[in-house]
């Protein structure tokens, strides 16, 4: 028995057991189930799989385009491969947040996201991925409040990373950053080395920037970069740096971004949408402080 203190570290580390270990038993499911499909059913599954686990190796342009191929390819092979069509709208909006895709394929984005949601809620509404495609339409759709009901379901129901720093990114887009700190902060400790890391250490210091606190930010926004370059957020280190003074240092930054992503204001209604007044006075903040770099 441990100290009081400890108490909810060590909860969390009980729930993380329970969860690996329901993890193999579904492991042990799915071989079974796997061995009663038809061939092209498994060579479905087998795309969807590897799809996966790339999605776990890196986020970039290049492996979101190749996951992007391969789902089609298995949902075309087997339209009941739920792996496949969840998979698929999970790439399908973070190729779009990023700006891997097009900016005119927008609409036909949300459009496809509908028809995933749709199928997902004829095959398994009840499962994780279901409720993670209506996250997502609801994003899509820019519908912050039923992203923020939905978000906070999922990461009820489900302890793992990507629920709950979609219930973080929720809370943020709905003008409460103070209390998107412990989902993100969660879906980090779950999975310390997840390919996604880098996005959800971005929220983090969008969160602590919208809150004011710059050290904070810095710090956070530093090491996002550092996980992940290529993900296509504003310059949020330079902006943080900036209100605290720090103009050389903030300049430097800016220019190893600007470098990186020649196009970042592009995406700053993409990556950064006015769903808020919180959000909108934020987005205005980042805006003036880097206009003082000028």
């Known amino acids: 028995i441990g100290e009081r203190a400890g108490l909810p570290a060590n909860l969390l580390l009980l729930a993380v057991r329970i969860e690996r ?57 087997d339209p009941d491969c739920v792996r496949a069509w969840g998979m698929l709208a999970f790439v399908l909006v973070h190729r779009q947040l990023n700006g891997w895709a097009s900016d005119a394929d927008a609409a036909a984005t949300t459009r496809r996201i509908e028809a995933i949601v749709a199928r997902m809620d004829q095959l398994a509404p009840d499962g994780p991925m279901a409720h993670q495609a209506r996250m997502i339409l609801a994003h899509e759709r820019r519908d912050w409040p039923a992203f923020l009901a939905l978000a906070r379901n999922a990461a009820a129901q489900h302890l793992r990373p990507g629920p709950h720093a979609g219930y973080g990114w929720a809370l943020i887009l709905n003008g409460r950053p103070d209390e998107a700190l412990e989902p993100l902060e969660t879906a980090v400790r779950l999975s310390p080395r ?9 929220r983090l210091a969008w969160a602590h920037f919208m809150a004011g606190r710059d050290d904070l930010a810095c710090e956070w926004a530093q090491t996002a970069a550092l996980s992940n370059p290529e993900l296509a957020w504003p310059p949020l280190l330079a902006a943080a740096l900036a209100r605290q003074g720090r103009r050389q240092p903030a300049r430097e930054a800016m220019a190893v971004h600007g470098r990186r992503h020649p196009y970042w204001q592009r995406a700053l209604e993409r990556r950064l949408p006015a769903a808020s007044n919180a959000m909108q006075e934020a987005r205005e903040a980042l805006l003036a402080a880097l206009a003082t770099l000028d």
Do not use: F, G, K
């Not at 042990?28 to 190796?57: F, G, I």
């Not at 997840?194 to 971005?202: F, P, V």
């Open 21 to 77: 270990q329901l993890s193999r038993a579904v492991i042990q499911t799915t071989v079974l189930q796997r061995n009663r499909l038809a061939p092209a059913e498994v060579q479905a599954d087998d795309l969807a799989m590897r799809a996966v686990a790339l999605s776990q190796r890196q986020v970039s342009a290049d492996s979101m385009a190749q996951m992007a191929q391969m789902l089609e390819q298995a949902v075309a092979m």
């Open 194 to 202: 997840d390919a996604m890391r880098a996005e959800w250490q971005y």
